[in-house]
């Protein structure tokens, strides 16, 4: 299974972003998937999750309002639409499949294991 994000860059504070990620090796819409972000001297935490039946979403309470996620199953694609970002927001984000064996980080329901390599995202005040 290969994650493949982009998207990434470096923003002024009350600008966007669209992260995208890409798979192969799995049947993407069978998938939960989300984004994932960790700060320097942070631990991972989880932004948000989309499942991949009825497409339901979850997000962290600091993205919420702000953040949009979302995927097209026919390009086997995820995305993460930022707006209003703030210096806050500044980290490397991950995108993640579900991993319903192995996976060992838990968000919104799911197991996560299979993991991109990243994308850095820097929002200047």
């Known amino acids: 299974v290969q994650v493949v994000e982009s998207g990434g860059g470096l923003v002024q504070a009350g600008g966007s972003l669209r992260l995208s990620c890409t798979t192969s090796?799995?049947?993407?819409?069978?998938?939960?998937m989300g984004w994932f972000r960790q700060a320097p001297g942070k631990e991972r935490e989880g932004v948000s999750c989309?499942?991949?039946?009825?497409?339901?979403?979850r997000y962290a309470d600091s993205v919420k309002g702000r953040f949009t996620i979302s995927r097209d199953n026919a390009k086997n694609t995820l995305y993460l639409q930022m707006n209003s970002l703030k210096p806050e927001d500044t980290a490397m984000y991950y995108c993640?499949?579900?991993?319903?064996?192995?996976?060992?980080?838990?968000?919104?329901?799911?197991?996560?294991?299979?993991w991109g390599q990243g994308t850095q995202v820097t929002v200047s005040s």
């Open positions: 993640a499949a579900e991993d319903s064996v192995y996976g060992r980080t838990w968000y919104g329901g799911c197991r996560f294991g299979f």
């Open positions: 090796g799995l049947r993407f819409d069978d998938y939960p």
């Open positions: 989309i499942h991949h039946n009825r497409g339901s979403t």
